[in-house]
Nanobody, 121 residues
């Protein structure tokens, strides 16, 4: 069983910063890409940022230059540093990881429970 657990959400004023963390736990042999998605009320879930196992990154245009994704492979963790936050960044943020439970199985996508980020104007 693989679990992803996010932390670090909260309420912040526009222009402020937050750092989200996500740790993968359980039984697995490898983690491929790790990423952050968000879902605002009434909207579809969207990709925010993703980092490959080789540390290549990709960002949504709306967060480029403001958010930074990073990972610590030794700790099975991924982070999202969010700066210059805007009210439109308000959403539930979800951690995602492509995880191989064992060498004989394929990769599966796992999701965290989500953490609320609210940016006040």
């Amino acid at each position: 069983q693989v679990q992803l657990a996010e932390s670090g959400g909260g309420l912040v004023q526009a222009g402020g910063s937050l750092r989200l963390s996500c740790v993968a736990s359980g039984s697995f042999v490898s983690i491929n890409a790790m990423g952050w998605y968000r879902q605002a009320p009434g909207k579809q879930r969207e990709l925010v940022a993703v980092v490959s196992s080789g540390a290549n990154t990709n960002y949504a245009d709306s967060v480029k230059g403001r958010f930074t994704i990073s990972r610590d492979n030794a700790k099975n963790m991924v982070y999202l540093q969010m700066s210059s936050l805007k009210p439109e960044d308000t959403a539930v943020y979800y951690c995602n990881a492509g995880v191989r439970p064992d060498w004989s199985s394929r990769r599966y996508d796992y999701w965290g429970q989500g953490t609320q980020v609210t940016v006040s104007s």
